[in-house]
């Protein structure tokens, strides 16, 4: 949406597409000369899967983290993977955090990157816990930009 592009580019994006209106891998191969990109982050999901495929050059991986638009089709290895040598991934925290020293790292390294000003984060909106079938609704509904609090009622 024009407000989403507007908070990527008050963060420091220097292009934004958005992916309902234009053919985002065109975009992306115009911007780069034709090389792709070495990573894709795709949160969106089953419609733009192929097209984020398109954006990467070869060698390069593609990170599906995010169902928003529904659930990845099974990849066809041949059409999808193979032509270019990609890599694909569909990282999950609970793999990356499975041992309590790497939780208390990961956080350690965290919470460095937002004290020393590396990120910055801002609420995008705080609900009652009353609230808690609205935030949801917010949240499946795609309004929310940003972290969401739940806000323990007095």
Request: glycine share 6%; with cysteine.
């Given at each position: 949406?024009?407000?989403?592009?507007?908070?990527?580019?008050?963060?420091?994006?220097?292009?934004?597409?958005?992916?309902?209106?234009?053919?985002?891998?065109?975009?992306?191969?115009?911007?780069?000369?034709?090389?792709?990109?070495?990573?894709?982050?795709?949160g969106?999901?089953?419609?733009?899967?192929?097209?984020?495929?398109?954006?990467?050059?070869?060698?390069?991986?593609?990170?599906?983290?995010?169902?928003?638009?529904?659930?990845?089709?099974?990849i066809?290895?041949?059409?999808?993977?193979?032509?270019?040598s990609?890599?694909?991934?569909?990282?999950?925290?609970?793999?990356?955090?499975?041992?309590?020293?790497?939780?208390?790292?990961?956080?350690?390294?965290?919470?460095?990157?937002?004290?020393?000003?590396?990120?910055?984060?801002?609420?995008?909106?705080?609900?009652?816990?009353?609230?808690?079938?609205?935030?949801?609704?917010?949240?499946?509904?795609?309004?929310?930009?940003g972290?969401?609090?739940?806000?323990?009622?007095?």
């Open positions: 949406s024009e407000s989403k592009i507007e908070i990527a580019k008050k963060y420091g994006c220097d292009f934004v597409i958005n992916y309902k209106k234009e053919s985002f891998d065109k975009k992306v191969l115009e911007i780069t000369d034709n090389r792709g990109l070495s990573v894709v982050y795709d969106v999901g089953k419609d733009t899967f192929e097209k984020s495929i398109n954006c990467l050059k070869p060698k390069g991986m593609m990170i599906s983290f995010g169902n928003s638009s529904g659930a990845l089709n099974p066809d290895v041949k059409k999808y993977i193979a032509p270019k990609l890599f694909f991934t569909r990282p999950g925290l609970t793999n990356y955090v499975a041992e309590r020293s790497e939780l208390d790292e990961a956080a350690e390294k965290l919470f460095d990157t937002i004290k020393f000003g590396k990120i910055k984060i801002e609420i995008f909106k705080e609900y009652n816990l009353s609230d808690t079938r609205k935030a949801h609704e917010d949240l499946e509904g795609r309004k929310i930009i972290p969401a609090l739940l806000i323990p009622n007095e």
